[in-house]
């Protein structure tokens, strides 16, 4: 057996015996009113982190109280250290992985998160952020729903697995450029109602503009920044949930009305980017 092949049976054992000690007690979270979050990054699957660590605390915070918040790094790459730094600094624990063998971080994170759920762990978090985009990582997302956990990834455009938003549902896996968005969506709930609202009709000419403001800057037609530029241009405009749909109900995030509206044919849409139709060209 080569060394690649010990690694998957080792890491195929660990999740076996997690979940064969968790089935002996009973999921202690589900009746208590408190949610408790454990967040784990792993930096190679998603190194985009600038402006992004606080605003995923922020959406965590919302969600309920963080029990944990790991990032996972490998010390021999200057980029990942880097990146953790910032986190760092955000209260993240940093776990170097310096192991250069394939999946050798993903193993260790697997590893961590079970260990949250063994009898002596207390309290058990019953909400879990994975920031990765790594199909490696299916076992321990199937694992914790068996736990019925409620599993929310965050991945990085363009190296995704499509897989993985079939495992967890769409309503619970975001790229990590809509964590701006989200945000905003989230405290918006939690303070009064926004008295100020657009129709789909106006919504569609404010995101046709910012597309091609955004074209004209030579930025990218990410969501996150097509949003800021709506705001920008429209007081009236106060994130997606502003929006009225025909039936009167608002959209609850900002990916579903730009489904609407390349179903519409409004704008067309490629790896998460956006682009108009009469331009015919993609936004980039």
């Not at 998603?46 to 918040?69: D, T, Y």
């Not at 063994?118 to 978090?125: E, L, V």
């Amino acid at each position: 057996m080569n060394p690649k092949q010990r690694q998957s049976k080792k890491h195929q054992n660990t999740v076996h015996i997690v979940m064969s000690d968790a089935n002996q007690f009973p999921n202690r979270q589900t009746s208590q009113q408190q949610n408790y979050i454990a967040i784990f990054w792993d930096i190679q699957n998603v190194s985009s982190i600038q402006g992004k660590g606080h605003l995923l605390l922020k959406f965590a915070e919302s969600q309920g109280r963080i029990e944990c918040k790991n990032v996972y790094y490998n010390s021999g790459h200057q980029n990942q250290v880097s990146a953790k730094n910032n986190l760092e600094v955000l209260g993240f624990k940093s776990v170097d992985v310096p192991d250069s063998s394939e999946n050798s971080a993903d193993y260790r994170l697997i590893y961590d998160c079970t260990q949250l759920f063994t009898p002596k762990s207390s309290p058990n978090p019953n909400i879990i952020i994975l920031v990765l985009g790594d199909w490696d990582y299916a076992g321990l997302i199937c694992m914790l729903k068996s736990l019925v956990k409620k599993v929310i990834i965050f991945a990085q455009q363009g190296s995704a697995s499509p897989k993985l938003i079939k495992l967890v549902g769409s309503d619970n896996f975001y790229f990590i450029d809509e964590l701006p968005q989200l945000v905003a969506n989230e405290t918006q709930l939690q303070t009064t109602v926004v008295d100020s609202q657009i129709s789909y009709n106006e919504a569609i000419d404010y995101l046709t503009e910012a597309i091609k403001t955004a074209l004209q800057k030579g930025k990218p037609t990410v969501f996150g920044y097509i949003d800021k530029l709506m705001r920008q241009r429209c007081a009236n405009y106060q994130g997606v949930s502003s929006i009225m749909k025909p039936d009167g109900k608002p959209f609850s995030r900002f990916s579903k009305f730009v489904d609407v509206a390349v179903k519409d044919g409004k704008v067309k849409m490629q790896n998460q980017q956006l682009f108009l139709i009469e331009l015919g060209k993609l936004a980039d």
